[in-house]
């Protein structure tokens, strides 16, 4: 079975960077698409972006511009380079990957554990 592991996350401010990284086990890497999405406390959990085998990225409206998904099989990672960052972004963010790239978190098979991000004004 797959294993995720993210990391990267961390307490900024609004407007700073923070790039998050998802490093997945096994050696089949390049034939699933991945994904993030993010959980703010009391919400549900959300899309943010995807990246399909082929590298084609889709964004939820509300990172669209700021966000930027990026994918090295050869390191069997995903990540997620964050600009602009608003309180609004505050969330623990999961890694995930499935067959297909999708806003549906239930299209996807395994998670990660999640890292907290956390964006103060």
């Known amino acids: 079975q797959v294993q995720l592991v993210e990391s990267g996350g961390g307490l900024v401010q609004a407007g700073d960077s923070l790039r998050l990284a998802c490093a997945a086990s096994g050696r089949t890497f390049s034939r699933y698409a991945l994904a993030w999405f993010r959980q703010a406390p009391g919400k549900g959990r959300d899309f943010v972006a995807a990246?399909?085998?082929?590298?084609?990225?889709y964004y939820s409206g509300s990172v669209q511009g700021r966000f930027s998904i990026s994918r090295d099989n050869a390191k069997n990672t995903v990540y997620l380079q964050m600009r602009s960052l608003k309180p609004d972004d505050t969330a623990i963010y999961y890694c995930?990957?499935?067959?297909?790239?999708?806003?549906?978190?239930?299209?996807?098979?395994?998670w990660g554990q999640g890292t907290q991000v956390t964006v103060s004004a």
């Open positions: 995930a990957h499935g067959l297909t790239a999708t806003r549906r978190p239930d299209n996807y098979e395994a």
């Open positions: 990246i399909s085998q082929n590298y084609a990225a």
